[in-house]
């Protein structure tokens, strides 16, 4: 089925929306269903008038050449959705702080090392929201062996995140303090990360649907509003591959809408309704 367009919109079919759920699946994990139809015309199609094409099936022609892998990324990204704030789901902060950064503090102020991954992390307001948890309750991270592993699929965010800078009113959601302690204004009115509490993020882009050149475990993974977009099968190898990172004792943050299905076969235990904890 051909859609009726008007003379300025590019060509949709049937076959087009089939290619675009191939690739998805294929190239990040990404589940399209009849019902995001719609959806990805109205999200591929800008990528379109960017380049100029005027059919989808020319575009998707281009975009699976060898070549073309940043304009691949661009897809991707344009099939998904990067809406965050920083202390989002503000219980999750609460329990690192609390519970899990002072058993942390302990272990390296004894010479051990402490691993946190934003699995995730979009344009980085949840890796740095962890890193003010840490700072929070653990002063002197940054002088010991402590780092946030940042991940995202899209390189474009990843560097925005990296930056540490964000427009005042994307700073509502920081507690006053912190944003005194651990932010500064740039020249042009924006305000970000300073100080000792920059060298606790790395942000890397990674596929969580691929090879993770990842070595050791960590001590806490948020992985929170991803698996959303996923199959039930590419959830559940996720859920698996994140609870081997785990360290024993470690624990896995999850979106408000999103449980773990077969704890018991992850090794993992539900002490909060988004909160687990890897079996000893």
């Not at 303090?177 to 000792?196: E, H, I, L, R, T």
Request: proline share 6%; charged share 25%; glycine share 6%.
């Amino acid at each position: 089925m051909t859609y009726p367009m008007s003379s300025n919109e590019a060509e949709y079919t049937d076959a087009d929306f089939e290619t675009v759920r191939r690739i998805a699946q294929d190239e990040a994990g990404i589940h399209l269903p009849e019902s995001k139809k719609t959806l990805v015309y109205s999200r591929v199609s800008r990528r379109l008038r960017e380049l100029g094409y005027t059919s989808f099936q020319a575009y998707l022609d281009f975009v699976r050449m060898p070549g073309a892998r940043d304009e691949m990324e661009k897809l991707i990204c344009a099939l998904t959705t990067n809406v965050t704030h920083f202390f989002r789901e503000k219980k999750h902060f609460e329990h690192l702080q609390t519970v899990v950064v002072p058993h942390l503090a302990a272990k390296v102020r004894a010479g051990g090392r402490a691993r946190l991954w934003s699995a995730a992390c979009s344009t980085g307001q949840e890796p740095w929201s962890m890193a003010m948890s840490v700072m929070t309750a653990f002063p002197d991270a940054p002088s010991h062996d402590v780092r946030i592993l940042a991940t995202d699929i899209n390189s474009e965010v990843v560097a925005r995140a990296a930056s540490g800078t964000y427009p005042e009113a994307e700073t509502e959601g920081i507690p006053q303090p912190c944003k005194a302690q651990y932010m500064v204004p740039d020249p042009f009115g924006d305000m970000c990360f300073s100080g000792p509490i920059c060298q606790l993020p790395a942000f890397k882009v990674l596929n969580l649907n691929a090879a993770w050149p990842i070595k050791g475990t960590f001590s806490a993974i948020f992985c929170r509003n991803v698996v959303i977009y996923f199959d039930e099968a590419t959830r559940e190898r996720l859920w698996q591959r994140l609870a081997e990172k785990l360290e024993p004792g470690g624990f896995l943050y999850v979106g408000h809408s999103e449980r773990v299905t077969f704890v018991d076969r992850c090794g993992l235990q539900q002490i909060a309704p988004t909160i687990y904890r890897k079996d000893h």
